[in-house]
């Protein structure tokens, strides 16, 4: 792609992300885009197709490819465990400050209303996810009863609900802190030196009467 | 209010909630409310103001009022922690299969594009947890590390996303498979036994160096 043409693209995709994440898709209109982006409709049409595909850009382009975030949890100097949680406060920030990962959040959860698949923005850091756990568990450092890919889903899920209603019900300055809270509640269980391990939760009515 | 405009009433919001929850806020329309229900369009404005008003009326029918739960986490002969964990398996069952429940959390997902400030529907929740985590305190059940407060917070948000996202990346049949999975990370920081509690997790850079 010509070095001109990519400019064109990288605004007018900077330019949808600010106003997805600032009013949602189905407020925002291509001319709302142009007049952000100082481009033409057209550009957006010609470079995206459309509404739907500078939606499906955003999310592609930084929620669901953390490939930037690579490098911090690649050191093997550090324990696998310390790294996810180095990780997940990356990403913490990431929803509350960057525009482009803000956006892509608010486009997922109106995934409804937009007519187009989006790409998974979860697959990538669940894999990420359970590659640090499975390492913590080769050199030691977990909890015998974890495993590594039921684990790394339910962390990130639970993470994820965390941070977005924490920032829907109060506000993005506290996000950190209430990760914090969390990693307090949760961190324990994957740590080895956690026995005896209770016996697990199961689902029996039973129990509350 | 009649009896018969409370039946009215009622089949309205039922009406409202399905079409709610199978296709979203912005997909349905006052024309499919009355076509369902069998009521007339002027029945929806009469008894609900039109589309926001029956919005508001469906999240806080159930999503936002979970006195009907009351009785399983009112019985004092059950430990506490006992009823927080059965309260939740409750509430994630009636969110994947109780018709107004889940109208009531697809709402609240699209509550930017609903004209109408709906009800917080995890305030109850979390009061209900807290006061569990603080009568387990009373009774010497709960780690003496955790604050009732800011630990029911990060459950109940916590929660709230396992829910919705496995409801969304995987389906319904599995969220209590998931909630189970979660519990076993959670719980074992809840309780007394679990001794030398780690040092809190603090976001430091530095770790991931």
Redesign the interface.
Known sequence: MQERAKETRRSLLEAAAQLFAEH?Y?ATSVNNISARSGRTSGAVYFHYAGKEGIAVAVVRDRFADWSRLAA??A?EA?PPV??L???S?DIAHALSEEPVTRAGA?LW??R??INAPLP?P?ALWTAAATRLLAQARLAGQLNA??RPA??A??????????C???EA?ESTAVV?D??????????????P??Q???Q????D?S???
Chains 1, 2 share one sequence.
């Open positions: 949602g189905a911090r949890y050191d550090v310390e790294r949680v180095a990780l406060y608010r959860a109106e409804a209303t998974d979860f009863h974890v039921h684990t889903r339910a962390l990130v899920r639970a993470f994820f609900g965390l977005a209603l924490t019900l950190i209430r990760l914090t809270d969390w990693w307090q509640l949760t961190l324990p269980s994957l740590q030196q956690h005896p391990q209770p697990p939760v199961r689902e009515p129990t509350a009467q």
